[in-house]
Structure formats: C-alpha cells, structure tokens
C-alpha cells in the first residue's frame, strides 16, 4: 500500500523529524532574555535570486483549523503571538487567537514546570510590551503580511525555543498530539502500523502539490456523511495511529519540498519518487531518475549510467535485473479541489523492471537525427510535443499521467499521443507557408516511431516495424507514401527553389492518398522537366521506382490512424536522407558513415 511505503521511507530516513515535529519555514524570531524583557526581532530570511526565502526550523506539528481559533505550540501567525496583525479579523478576534496561544503554553509549562525558558516566555507573553515591539524596525514587516510567522528564541542560546533538549523531550513525553480534547482521540489498530495507538481523526496536511492551497490540502480524510458508517465520522473510518500518520505526512512532505531532488513537476502532475530500501543500487537509481524528465544534458549523463546499471553483467557489477528485492516507488498527485488531493498513480516496481523499461523507452524513441539535436528527449519536450505551439496548456488532460504511465510499465503508449501528434503534424504543415518549420520534427518522429513500434509488437499493426533510419525495404504503404511525398516535395525544391506542395497537399497525401497523388505525380513531370542535369533526372526517377515498387496496388483512398503515422515516419525518415550530410546525421550516438563502415573508421 501507498502509505505503508511511505511510513516504511520514513522508518529509514534516518533525518526525518521525530514524533511531534514539522519542517517550517519561519520568517521572524522574537528574541526574550530569561527576565521575560523583549529584546528584538531578528529576519531570518535570505535572498535567493529575487526572492527572500526564510529559514526552516523543527516545530510542533501545525493543527487544523479552518475558522476556528486553534494556536500552534510556540510558533504561529502574529495575531495569535501577539494579538495584532491580520487585517482581516477584528480586534476582538486577535484577542481570543492570543489568549488561546498563551493559555496553551501555560498549559504545555504546567505540565513541564522545570523548564525555565517557558516561565520567561510566559512572562513576555502575558505583559506585552507592545510599544517596544512597535518601536524595533521589523514591525512593519512582522505585522504586514498575512503569510509571516514568528517564533521564539532565548538572548544566549544558539537555537529557537523548539530546539531546547528540554522542550524537545517535553514533546516526546507528551506524544504532542494536537487535538483540543483527549477524548477525541480513541486507542485503535493502526491499519499501516498493526499496532494499538490514538487513532487520528484529522490528518495533517500535504504541501508542494502544484495548484493546492497555501495552507496545504488533505490527502487522507472524509468529510462526507453518506460515508459515515457504524457511528464511524471523519478519520475513524480508516483508523490510522498517530504514530503512522506523522510518519506517512512527514515522508511526503519531505519529498514535497520545494528544494526536493525526488520530485519532478508534470504540467498537471506532481510526481515523488524513492527507493523501498537504502541499498547503494537503489540510492544510485534514485539520482538518475529525475533526469530522464528534464534537461537534455542531465537525460544523457542519467541515461547513459541507467544503461551501466542495466548492461552491468558486461561491467562486471551485480546485476540490476537480478535485484528483485529492490524495488522503487513513483507516486502521482494532483489538487481534485482546493483542498483534496487525488492520488493520480501509484505504482511499487522491481528495480530491474524499472531500468529494463526505462531503456526500452529510449531505444524505441531513437532515430536518426541531426548532430545539433541531443541524442535523448526527456519527457518534458516529448510532451511539449504534442501541444500546439509547443505550449502544455493545450495537453489533453490526463495524458501526462498515461504516457508516464506507460514509460514506467513498458507498455504500450496512450492512443491520445498518436491523435495530438497527427493533429499537430498537420496543423504546422498547413500553417508554415514559409516552411520555416518541419511538420515532422525530431521529437516528433521519435515519438511516432516508438508508439507505432510498441504498438507493432502486440498487435502487428503494420507490415514491419520502424526502423532507426531509412529502410527502402519497408513496404508498408503509409511509410512508402509517407517517403513519396519526401521525394516529391526535394523534387520540387530542386526545380523550382519552393516547396508548397507541403503546405498546399501534406494532409490530404497522408489522410486520403488517392486524392493527393493523383495530381502530384502529374506535377512531378513537370518540375523533372525544368531540371537541366539529366544525371539529377535519372536519381530522382530509380528514386521514385525504388518507392512505387512497393505501392503495386496503386494508392489508397484512405489511411488508418497508424498508417497516418508510418507516414510521418516515412516522410521524416526519407527526409533526413536526402538533406543530411552522412557525416553529421547520427544514429543513437552513431553517425551513417560509421555504420556503413560496421561501427569503425
């Protein structure tokens, strides 16, 4: 289960925060001496790039509240530490926020009356000294913003209150549960832990989800009384312990956060990842696997030590595909509401399967390409793929979440990303007078080439699968036409300087052939006659033989879906072909020269 994984990674990450405790980042401190006098306030903020970023301390764990007045222990916004500050509440309303703020200290000192640092806060606390606060050059700042939160600090001691050995063991003793009344919380089997503890009814909030709310959002908790059952409310229905659910919400968190390495940001998706175990193969996995979703430059450097891992018995390590102990989890999120998170997908993989599918991806996606493209494509640029103007705001929804899906599973890719590919494809083919732009790219043909393969695999769609680079012995007719309008299209160039074949019959010749041929092979005469070198005449017509040999049944009226793409792959494949240099085209790290040469030169 998804939350037994992550109070497993909790129970291993040996810098979790204990029991009771919170990452937060706190803007402000209130520096006292142990008389209880004010002596400053101190900014812990630092510049960032443009922004002030302040500083994280261990805190008590936040409540949930909503309108209700409920203080955090020690630290909070101004108007429950000092009763001023939120111009959205009255006066009357800070008053009641402070009082609580103070009587739950008193409370919380009551319990520890050893600890001389509560007594001096207490004694801060309840006699103000609000002109001296006024009169110290942060107030404008502390009091000015909704979001700023403050905290305390001893003049002398190195660390904030909530760092004291004192107080720190204090919120051991008292398991720091945050709930108003003891009562609420009954001893319960924990469903992730298997052990008795106090069942807790709200769980903590999740934050780092893009589109949530600032003050987090719930990932575990039902507010809906149609799902009540047998006198069961809220958190009960599911019993989770206290123990379990800090550590589930402390791991994720922790994976959440915004300087996170193990966390990588879909259009629609946030997506964490971790291994299930601290082996040294699982932690090295972990490194790599941010990279194939972003950068170029990071995708090969991540790629290329994945596929070490993967062809380790010829590097003489273990092997990563014997490792099937070893497993990694990925987990998908999403905002459902302002203040629910849906989780998008789950899955806990075999090391092996994971890198075994991670490189089966990138061969399916490898084709033959110019020198100044890189040799990989993260997911982040295959995505922008499929969006007109290579914006992800128009990505059809959801399809982030299936294409990851199916990279990690190694199955075949979404049906979607063949329509918005075609859709695309045609769109720039019939915009681009200037043919500034190529309608089949790179990325696009790589991405073409690898779902018609996956495709091909199961189903045997076409005659042939794709190949890296141009194959004259495919007799597919989508990829043969798909050639055939390459040719016509260099034809035409050659003869007349222009190519507006492309933009005037590009998707009629790849979605009803017979329509389109009919009259382009009547044109090609007609450029091949205005060509003054008989030598280029007689390349172009054993060319154009080559290709007809294989459409022996004439052209079709229509074209399937797949047979829509084989012909992208064609055009791009024949293409590359004719304009590339053999010397700068590169084939998965191989250029053609070299492969004509058996890989030596």
Known sequence: MMLQDLYQYYQQDNQAPPIGLQPQKIPFIIHINLEGAFIQFSDTREKVGTKKVPKTFLVPTAVRRTNRILPNLLWDKPEYVLGVGSKNKTDKKMAE???????????????HVDIPALQALLQFLNHLPLTQLKADPLWPEVTGSTVSLLTFQIVGEMDILCSNALIRQAFQEDHLIQSTDPNEQPIGRCLISGELDQIRRL????????????????????????????????????????????????ALNGLLHFDSKQKIQLPGTTVVFWPKSNSALGLQFQDQFAAFFYSADSLSRGTSEVRKLYQSPWQGHKAILESVEDHFCVLGLSVSSGSRLAVKFWHSLPLGQLAKTLNQHFEDLSIAHDNQESEFLPLSRLLKELCLNHDVKHLPPN?????????LLGTAYPMAILQALLQRI?????????????????????????????????DEILKKEMSVSLDETNPGIGYCLGRLFAVLEKIQKDAQGITSIRERFYAAASSRPVVAFSHLMILKNHHLGKMEAPSTVIYYEKLLGNIMSHLKEGFPQHLSLFEQGAFSVGYYHQQQALYSKKETLKISGVTSRQLELGGIE
Do not use: M
Not at 441 to 450: D, G, R, T, V
């Open 97 to 111: 926020a402070h009082t609580a703020f103070v009587a739950k200290i008193q409370a919380f000192a009551d319990r």
């Open 203 to 250: 769980h903590p909030v999740i934050h780092g989800i893009k589109g949530g709310i600032s003050s987090g959002s719930s990932l575990v908790g039902c507010n809906w009384e149609a799902a009540y059952s047998y006198g069961k409310i809220q958190g009960y229905i599911s019993p989770i312990g206290e123990r379990a659910t800090h550590a589930y919400s402390t």
């Open 399 to 407: 399809l982030e979440n299936a294409f990851l899906e199916s990279i």
């Open 426 to 458: 045609r769109t720039v083919s019939k915009d681009q007078a200037d043919n500034s732009l190529p309608p089949v790219s790179y990325a696009a043909a790589a991405l073409l080439k690898a779902f018609l393969n996956r495709y091909q695999r199961h």
